[in-house]
T-cell receptor
Framework: SQQGEEDPQALSIQEGENATMNCSYK?????LQWYRQNSGRGLVHLIL?????REKHSGRLRVTLDTSKKSSSLLITASRAADTASYFC???????????FGQGTELSVKP | ETGVTQTPRHLVMGMTNKKSLKCEQH?????MYWYKQSAKKPLELMFV???????ENNSVPSRFSPECPNSSHLFLHLHTLQPEDSALYLC???????????FGQGTRLTVV
């Protein structure tokens, strides 16, 4: 069964704006990860946040995790056209280390 | 370049053919995965190998047969596939299960 669900499914913004994507999940997790995928290609790992962490930064990326609400958000600040891609959250539950992916958010950044 | 290489990048096969997908990683990772990505659907985890042993088989039909001969190589053997098996097949590896995964570029499979 699907673990992570991203919201919104699609997001279109102008260059320079911030983009926020949300992920909700159902079961207890050890960590939550965000990945990026350019059209028809492999996924690239962006950031991992552990269940005992609340916020993490990497360059223009900011990830938050609220385990009480079983949700996470990914913020991309000062977006660029090159950020156009699909973004997925993936959760690792505490039952065997499976990484389960959500359906993703398609981000379009217009120049 | 993620350090995970998949071949071929594209494959067209008939329903009676037998083919194999190959995945190679030289990152020293202990876990390897096969995922299937179909249009408008989440990535589906198919198989997980840890230290060359299969530890997960997510109810995948027997027409898909994985093989992990050593920690650097993973194969997916295909035979008598159906058109609905057409998808992007992604291989990934991680240091251990559940950690940051490194993905190959995928094999775009079309079954005719």
């Amino acid at each position: 069964s699907q673990q992570g669900e991203e919201d919104p499914q699609a997001l279109s913004i102008q260059e320079g704006e911030n983009a926020t994507m949300n992920c909700s999940y159902k079961t207890s997790i050890n960590n939550l990860q965000w990945y990026r995928q350019n059209s028809g290609r492999g996924l690239v790992h962006l950031i991992l946040i552990r269940s005992n962490e609340r916020e993490k930064h990497s360059g223009r990326l900011r990830v938050t995790l609220d385990t009480s609400k079983k949700s996470s958000s990914l913020l991309i600040t000062a977006s660029r056209a090159a950020d156009t891609a699909s973004y997925f959250c993936a959760t690792e539950n505490n039952q065997g280390g499976k990484l389960i992916f959500g359906q993703g958010t398609e981000l379009s950044v217009k120049p | 370049e993620t350090g995970v290489t998949q071949t071929p990048r594209h494959l067209v096969m008939g329903m009676t053919n037998k083919k194999s997908l190959k995945c190679e990683q030289h990152l020293g990772h202990n876990a390897m995965y096969w995922y299937k990505q179909s249009a408008k659907k989440p990535l589906e985890l198919m198989f997980v190998y840890s230290l060359e042993e299969r530890v997960e088989n997510n109810s995948v039909p027997s027409r898909f047969s994985p093989e992990c001969p050593n920690s650097s190589h993973l194969f997916l053997h295909l035979h008598t596939l159906q058109p609905e098996d057409s998808a992007l097949y992604l291989c990934a590896s991680s240091q251990d299960r559940g950690l940051e995964a490194f993905f190959g570029q995928g094999t775009r499979l079309t079954v005719v």
